[in-house]
């Protein structure tokens, strides 16, 4: 690591309290002038840190922050390894890079991802502190053909656990987001490698809004919703994500044995757009109709002047119709 991500990091770390710190104070704790100081809030503020400076009294975040505490989540977790690493590209291709090394379960988190990713390859907002990214290995060995429906299980697992930590608003949109009040509050990411007849190596990741300030409203293309205004009282960071951890792994384990059916009881309460019109697209292709639910095999079901026809692919997308 080098010495001036150390001391990003570090100076992080001071502002984390939300309380006004003097750039003269934080220089020398961190051995270093006004100057550079100055300079690495500005680098602070381009990782999505809402941090301001007051003439005469310093530097203040926003809002507090807490910070993942690596030694509490493995104290906390059933898993064979956890990484919480400060800044990284993106916790998916951390795991994707390692799959030949890493014992299935094995879970990677960071406070900001500079290349996060979404479905389709599109960007994913990922500002220092302020949401959760999170990625689980899982060594599928009933092979690629065995993953079908698995994001599905994923949102399902994840908006249940929400749920139990008091956001009973949080929904399931097909087939990898989650929504609040129909804005998109995370998103799922499962990547796989692995060839037909040997085991299917899956990274699932996800990205949960938590308190994402207004400050990037603009930098993103679509209606969002934080956590924080959908969960009361909020859980600590760390135990939302000790939480979600170990209901992501119960959920993997469960879909191991009983596939797609574990979670046909839970969908219809749980699918944010059943019974509402919708709109698929399919490249340039649209097909406006009733969502009701999923069939067996995780597909969607839409409903065209009384004609229900399903629809799976991972080119499809889905859109509440107006």
């Known amino acids: 690591m080098s010495s001036a991500h150390t001391a990003r990091l570090t100076l992080i770390d001071r502002l984390s309290d939300g309380e006004f710190h003097s750039g003269e104070m934080l220089g020398d704790a961190l051995g270093m002038s006004r100057a550079a100081v100055s ?7 381009s ?12 530097y203040c975040l926003s809002q ?27 916790t998916n291709q951390y795991l994707m890079e390692r799959v030949g090394q890493l014992a299935s379960g094995s879970v990677c988190l960071a406070e900001y991802q500079q290349q996060g990713r979404g479905r389709r390859g599109r960007a994913w907002q990922s500002p220092f502190g302020s949401n959760l990214y ?18 599905l299980v994923v949102g399902v697992a994840i908006t249940k656990a929400l749920h139990e930590l008091g956001a009973p608003g949080v929904k399931v949109k097909w087939p990898n987001d989650l929504y609040f009040q129909d804005k998109k509050l995370a998103g799922i990411l499962v990547e796989m490698t692995g060839q037909t007849g040997d085991a299917a190596h899956l990274v699932i990741g996800m990205g949960l809004n938590i308190g994402m300030g207004a400050h990037l409203r603009d930098s993103i293309d679509q209606p969002w919703a934080r956590l ?9 960071r760390n135990t939302l994500a000790a939480t979600l951890i170990e209901r992501l792994k119960e959920a993997l384990i469960d879909y191991e044995q009983h596939g797609l059916s574990s979670i046909m009881a839970d969908w219809p309460k749980l699918d944010n757009f059943i019974d509402r ?46």
């Open 228 to 236: 924080a205004d959908a969960c009361h009282p909020m859980p600590s």
């Open 39 to 45: 300079k690495h809030i500005k680098v602070l503020q």
């Open 277 to 322: 019109p919708v709109k698929l697209l399919m490249g340039e292709r649209e097909v406006r109709g009733i969502e009701r639910g999923i069939d067996e095999h995780g597909a969607l079901l839409l409903d065209v002047e009384g004609d229900i026809t399903p629809y799976l692919g991972g080119e499809i997308s889905l859109r509440r119709d107006d």
């Open 64 to 90: 507090p922050i807490e910070l993942l505490d690596d030694v509490w989540l493995s104290e906390h977790t059933d898993v064979p390894a956890l990484s919480v690493i400060p800044v990284i590209d993106s």
């Open 134 to 151: 999170l990625s689980m290995y899982w060594r599928l060995d009933a092979g690629p053909a065995a993953a079908m429906g698995l994001s």
């Open 47 to 58: 990782w999505g840190l809402d941090i301001y400076r007051v003439q005469g009294k310093g």
